[in-house]
């Protein structure tokens, strides 16, 4: 059984870091495209951050490049986002989701899909 348990989400205040994580079980995280989605209230869900399974590439939104990095550890099994520099408009809750590709062509953002773990709030204050 695929499952993704995020973890490391928080309240800081903007300038700070927060590291959040991806366990990930059922599946190896080489083999899959993981990527991170976040949805603030009342907005929709948007791509923040992938990595491919194959070649370790990466797809950032610009609204965090910069100031994030996603990397993988394939002993843990594990994902991580790396949030520098955090702003009050990263507050949202941050999904973790396994599948489909990452990709960033002819200008167009694709995010991994299919499996989706329940979510780590992150609070970011001014």
């Known amino acids: 059984e695929v499952q993704l348990v995020e973890s490391g989400g928080g309240l800081v205040q903007a300038g700070e870091s927060l590291r959040l994580s991806c366990a990930a079980s059922?599946?190896?995280?080489?083999?899959?495209?993981i990527g991170w989605f976040r949805q603030a209230p009342g907005k929709e869900r948007e791509g923040v951050s992938c990595?491919?399974?194959?070649?370790?590439?990466?797809v950032y939104a610009d609204s965090v490049k910069e100031r994030f990095a996603i990397s993988s550890d394939s002993a843990k099994n594990t994902v991580y986002l790396q949030m520098n520099s955090l702003k009050p408009e990263d507050t949202a809750v941050y999904y973790c989701?396994?599948?489909?590709?990452?990709?960033?062509?002819?200008?167009?953002?694709?995010?991994?899909?299919?499996?989706w773990g329940q979510g780590t709030q992150v609070t970011v204050s001014s």
């Open positions: 989701v396994a599948g489909g590709v990452c990709l960033y062509y002819s200008g167009r953002h694709y995010y991994p899909s299919g499996y």
């Open positions: 059922g599946f190896t995280v080489d083999d899959f495209a």
């Open positions: 990595i491919s399974g194959g070649d370790g590439s990466t």
